[in-house]
């Protein structure tokens, strides 16, 4: 599975961004199960931030809350980001479940860089 990733950039506080990850399988026997965005501040670990089902239930972590909502059309997700905080600065990766058969595995994306400033 390969995903890629974009919409990242420089964005003034109180901005919005909308990030894409389109997902491709290089088996059609290989499903794209669950979506997912994460991102990574500096100097901090990768954190959750929306995942999304195959079927569009999806969780938020809690600073995720109010301000971000991921959706997904097909194998591509979404994650539209308002009223940025410098604090939103970090890499966000894109996840994707890849599943053949029984198997389920964990994909990830390059990054794109989100960058708010203040």
């Known amino acids: 599975v390969q995903l890629q990733a974009s919409g990242g950039g420089l964005v003034q506080a109180g901005g919005s961004l909308r990030l894409s990850c389109a997902a491709s399988?290089?088996?059609?026997?290989?499903?794209?199960?669950?979506m997912g965005w994460y991102r990574q501040a500096p100097g901090k670990p990768r954190d959750l931030v929306a995942r999304?089902?195959?079927?569009?239930r999806t969780n938020y972590a809690d600073v995720a809350e109010g301000r971000f909502t991921i959706s997904r059309e097909k194998n591509t997700v979404y994650l539209q980001v308002n009223s940025l905080k410098p604090e939103d600065t970090a890499v966000y990766y894109c996840?994707?479940?890849?599943?053949?058969?029984?198997?389920?595995?964990?994909?990830w994306g390059q990054g794109t860089l989100v960058t708010v400033s203040s």
């Open positions: 999304i089902t195959n079927r569009g």
């Open positions: 399988a290089s088996s059609i026997k290989i499903k794209i199960g669950d």
């Open positions: 996840s994707a479940q890849g599943v053949w058969g029984s198997s389920v595995r964990d994909y």
